[in-house]
C-alpha cells in the first residue's frame, strides 16, 4: 500500500473526510508531532480541541489518544471550541503546542490539523515543516480508551470556552456594550462561535448560531455572497447597525455597516489601525500578507507607523508578532490581531474591539470608514476563486511568474511583485493578484480599483485573458 504524504499548506494541513482526512492519517500526524515535542521537551504537554465539523470529536480523540500513547501529556477540550480558544488555553496553560481539528473555511467536506505554538499563536514556519518531516507513513494505534488515558493520569477534561469568555471580559466592558445604542447581529455561520455572542451579549441577533456539522451545505467563509441573511437582516432593522460574521472556528471576520453594507478585511484592517492609534494612542509595526491593499502603506505613512509586508499565511505574521511590537497583523481573507490580544487571528475579539470603536466615538461604521478614506482615498477590492483543475491552475500561475501576461484586456500594468503569488499594480492606481490555492483546486483572482464597476470590469478581463 503508498502512503500518501501529508504536507501543511499556508494554515494546517487540511483534506476530505474519509477520502485523505481519516483516523489513520489523523494518527500519523499526531505520531510526528508527539516525536517531535519529545525532540524539544522533556515532559510535553498538548492543548487538543476541534471546532463544530463533522468527525470533529472522533479525529480529537484519536490525536490525543496517539499523543498519549508516545507519552505526551493531553489537555483536551471539553466541547466543541474555537481556533482563539485553543491558542489562549495554550498560552494560559503553560503547554508546549495546541492541536485544532478543523478546516477553518474551507468546504463542509473537509477537516483539518492546524498546530499552535506555545506563544499563543500559529507554530512557526520551521516548527510545522519539521514536524510534517517526522510524520510515519506507518503508525500503531492505541488500544487504550479515552477514559483510560484519563484514568492514568495522562488526560484531562478542560473548559477552554469558560476561560475565553472569562478573559474577553477582562478586555472589554460588556456592561458598558450591553446599554449601546448600536444594537448588533452574529452569523456564526454554524460555526465555534456561536456560544460566546450569546453569552456575552444577551441583546444580539443571532443567526446560524446552532449545531449543523455540514455548514447547511455551505463553506463557513465570511465572504459577502455566503452572509446575505445577515445582509438583509441589518438592512431591514433599522436598530441594527453592525453586522459581525465568523467563519468555522472563529478565527475570520466578517462585518456588515448599519445599511447592510459589507465591510472587508481591508477596511477592518485600516479601522483597527486607526482605531488602536489615533483613539487609543497604541504604537507599533504594522504587518500585512501579500494580498492586502497597498492602502494600509498609505495610513501607515500618514501616522508614521513602520509596515511589513509577508508571504500569505497567518503563521508569517504571528511569528514578527512574537519576536516585535506589532499594533496590527492582518490577512485580505479576514484573520487578524491586534496589540493587547494574542498573537492570533480572532474573529470575536476583532469584532469586539470595532464595536467598542463605534461606542467611544458615537460614530456608525460607515462614518468610521469615511473618516479613514478622508486620508487613504475610496478603493473597492473583490476576489473571485475559479474552481479548476490543478493542471490548469499550475499553467496559469507558471505562465504568470514566466512574464507571460502582458495586458488583462484594456488594464496595463507598470509592476510586478511576487512575494506570494503574483500582483500587478495597474495603471490606474489599482491592482490584479494572482494565486492558486494550496488547499483546494481552485486559483484565486484578487482585484482593486477605485469603483465597484471598475473592480468588477477588471476581474471579467483578468478572467477572459487567463482562461482564453
Same mark, same amino acid.
Given at each position: 500500500m503508498t502512503t500518501e504524504k501529508i504536507k501543511f499548506g499556508t494554515d494546517g494541513w487540511r483534506a476530505i473526510i474519509a477520502k485523505d482526512f481519516t483516523v489513520y492519517n489523523v494518527a500519523r500526524v499526531s505520531k510526528g508531532l508527539a516525536d517531535w515535542l519529545h525532540s524539544k521537551h522533556e515532559k510535553p504537554v498538548v492543548v487538543v480541541g476541534h471546532d463544530c465539523r463533522f468527525g470533529g470529536k472522533l479525529f480529537a480523540e484519536t490525536a490525543a489518544s496517539v499523543l498519549c500513547a508516545?507519552?505526551?501529556?493531553?489537555?483536551?477540550?471539553?466541547?466543541?471550541?474555537?481556533?482563539?480558544?485553543?491558542?489562549?488555553?495554550?498560552?494560559?496553560?503553560?503547554?508546549?503546542?495546541?492541536?485544532?481539528?478543523?478546516?477553518?473555511?474551507?468546504?463542509?467536506?473537509?477537516?483539518?490539523?492546524?498546530?499552535?505554538? %506555545?506563544?499563543?499563536?500559529?507554530?512557526?514556519?520551521n516548527d510545522i515543516a519539521a514536524v510534517e518531516a517526522m510524520i510515519p507513513d506507518e503508525v500503531e494505534m492505541?488500544?487504550?480508551?479515552?477514559?483510560?488515558?484519563?484514568?492514568?493520569?495522562?488526560?484531562?477534561?478542560? %473548559?477552554?470556552?469558560?476561560?475565553?469568555?472569562?478573559?474577553?471580559?477582562?478586555?472589554?466592558?460588556?456592561?458598558?456594550?450591553?446599554r449601546s445604542p448600536f444594537k448588533i447581529a452574529y452569523d456564526a455561520m454554524y460555526g465555534a462561535g456561536q456560544n460566546v455572542i450569546r453569552r456575552l451579549l444577551p441583546g444580539a441577533v443571532l443567526i446560524h448560531c446552532d449545531d449543523n456539522p455540514g455548514f447547511h451545505g455551505q463553506a463557513p467563509e465570511p465572504l459577502d455572497k455566503n452572509l446575505q441573511e445577515l445582509a438583509k437582516t441589518v438592512a431591514t432593522t433599522p436598530e441594527i447597525k453592525i453586522g459581525l460574521a465568523t467563519d468555522g472556528d472563529a478565527d475570520r471576520i466578517g462585518l456588515y455597516d448599519e445599511d447592510g453594507n459589507f465591510v472587508d478585511a481591508h477596511n477592518i484592517i485600516l479601522l483597527l489601525i486607526n482605531y488602536l492609534h489615533k483613539y487609543k494612542g497604541m504604537?507599533?509595526?504594522?504587518?500585512?500578507?501579500?494580498?492586502?491593499?497597498?492602502?494600509?502603506?498609505?495610513?501607515?505613512?500618514?501616522?508614521?507607523?513602520?509596515?511589513?509586508?509577508?508571504?500569505?499565511?497567518?503563521?508569517?505574521?504571528?511569528?514578527?508578532?512574537?519576536?516585535?511590537?506589532?499594533?496590527?497583523?492582518?490577512?485580505?481573507?479576514?484573520?487578524?490581531?491586534?496589540?493587547?490580544?494574542?498573537?492570533?487571528?480572532?474573529?470575536?475579539?476583532?469584532?469586539?474591539?470595532?464595536?467598542?470603536?463605534?461606542?467611544?466615538?458615537?460614530?456608525?461604521?460607515?462614518?468610521?470608514?469615511?473618516?479613514?478614506?478622508?486620508?487613504?482615498?475610496?478603493?473597492?477590492?473583490?476576489?473571485?476563486?475559479?474552481?479548476?483543475?490543478?493542471?490548469?491552475?499550475?499553467?496559469?500561475?507558471?505562465?504568470?511568474?514566466?512574464?507571460?501576461?502582458t495586458k488583462f484586456g484594456k488594464y496595463g500594468f507598470n509592476r510586478i511583485e511576487t512575494i506570494d503569488g503574483v500582483k500587478y499594480h495597474l495603471d490606474n492606481g489599482g491592482w490584479i493578484m494572482l494565486r492558486a490555492s494550496g488547499t483546494e483546486p481552485l486559483l484565486r483572482v484578487y482585484a482593486e480599483g477605485n469603483s465597484k464597476e471598475e473592480t468588477l470590469d477588471i476581474l471579467t478581463d483578468v478572467k477572459a485573458t487567463i482562461l482564453a
Amino acid at each position: 500500500m503508498t502512503t500518501e504524504k501529508i504536507k501543511f499548506g499556508t494554515d494546517g494541513w487540511r483534506a476530505i473526510i474519509a477520502k485523505d482526512f481519516t483516523v489513520y492519517n489523523v494518527a500519523r500526524v499526531s505520531k510526528g508531532l508527539a516525536d517531535w515535542l519529545h525532540s524539544k521537551h522533556e515532559k510535553p504537554v498538548v492543548v487538543v480541541g476541534h471546532d463544530c465539523r463533522f468527525g470533529g470529536k472522533l479525529f480529537a480523540e484519536t490525536a490525543a489518544s496517539v499523543l498519549c500513547a508516545n507519552g505526551v501529556n493531553v489537555l483536551l477540550a471539553n466541547g466543541f471550541i474555537s481556533t482563539p480558544m485553543i491558542s489562549l488555553g495554550v498560552l494560559k496553560l503553560n503547554a508546549q503546542q495546541g492541536v485544532v481539528i478543523t478546516a477553518s473555511h474551507n468546504p463542509p467536506t473537509y477537516n483539518g490539523y492546524k498546530l499552535k505554538g %506555545a506563544h499563543g499563536g500559529p507554530s512557526s514556519p520551521n516548527d510545522i515543516a519539521a514536524v510534517e518531516a517526522m510524520i510515519p507513513d506507518e503508525v500503531e494505534m492505541p488500544s487504550q480508551s479515552i477514559a483510560q488515558w484519563q484514568e492514568k493520569g495522562m488526560l484531562e477534561y478542560i %473548559a477552554l470556552e469558560d476561560m475565553y469568555v472569562d478573559y474577553l471580559k477582562e478586555k472589554f466592558d460588556f456592561e458598558k456594550l450591553s446599554r449601546s445604542p448600536f444594537k448588533i447581529a452574529y452569523d456564526a455561520m454554524y460555526g465555534a462561535g456561536q456560544n460566546v455572542i450569546r453569552r456575552l451579549l444577551p441583546g444580539a441577533v443571532l443567526i446560524h448560531c446552532d449545531d449543523n456539522p455540514g455548514f447547511h451545505g455551505q463553506a463557513p467563509e465570511p465572504l459577502d455572497k455566503n452572509l446575505q441573511e445577515l445582509a438583509k437582516t441589518v438592512a431591514t432593522t433599522p436598530e441594527i447597525k453592525i453586522g459581525l460574521a465568523t467563519d468555522g472556528d472563529a478565527d475570520r471576520i466578517g462585518l456588515y455597516d448599519e445599511d447592510g453594507n459589507f465591510v472587508d478585511a481591508h477596511n477592518i484592517i485600516l479601522l483597527l489601525i486607526n482605531y488602536l492609534h489615533k483613539y487609543k494612542g497604541m504604537n507599533g509595526k504594522v504587518v500585512i500578507a501579500f494580498s492586502v491593499t497597498d492602502r494600509v502603506k498609505k495610513l501607515c505613512a500618514h501616522y508614521g507607523l513602520p509596515i511589513e509586508v509577508t508571504q500569505i499565511g497567518f503563521k508569517y505574521i504571528s511569528e514578527i508578532m512574537v519576536h516585535e511590537d506589532v499594533l496590527v497583523g492582518g490577512e485580505e481573507s479576514g484573520g487578524i490581531a491586534v496589540k493587547g490580544h494574542i498573537p492570533e487571528r480572532d474573529g470575536i475579539y476583532d469584532g469586539l474591539a470595532l464595536y467598542e470603536y463605534m461606542n467611544e466615538t458615537g460614530k456608525t461604521l460607515k462614518q468610521l470608514c469615511e473618516e479613514v478614506y478622508d486620508i487613504i482615498g475610496r478603493f473597492v477590492y473583490d476576489r473571485h476563486d475559479l474552481h479548476i483543475e490543478n493542471e490548469k491552475k499550475e499553467a496559469i500561475i507558471k505562465k504568470a511568474a514566466d512574464g507571460g501576461y502582458t495586458k488583462f484586456g484594456k488594464y496595463g500594468f507598470n509592476r510586478i511583485e511576487t512575494i506570494d503569488g503574483v500582483k500587478y499594480h495597474l495603471d490606474n492606481g489599482g491592482w490584479i493578484m494572482l494565486r492558486a490555492s494550496g488547499t483546494e483546486p481552485l486559483l484565486r483572482v484578487y482585484a482593486e480599483g477605485n469603483s465597484k464597476e471598475e473592480t468588477l470590469d477588471i476581474l471579467t478581463d483578468v478572467k477572459a485573458t487567463i482562461l482564453a
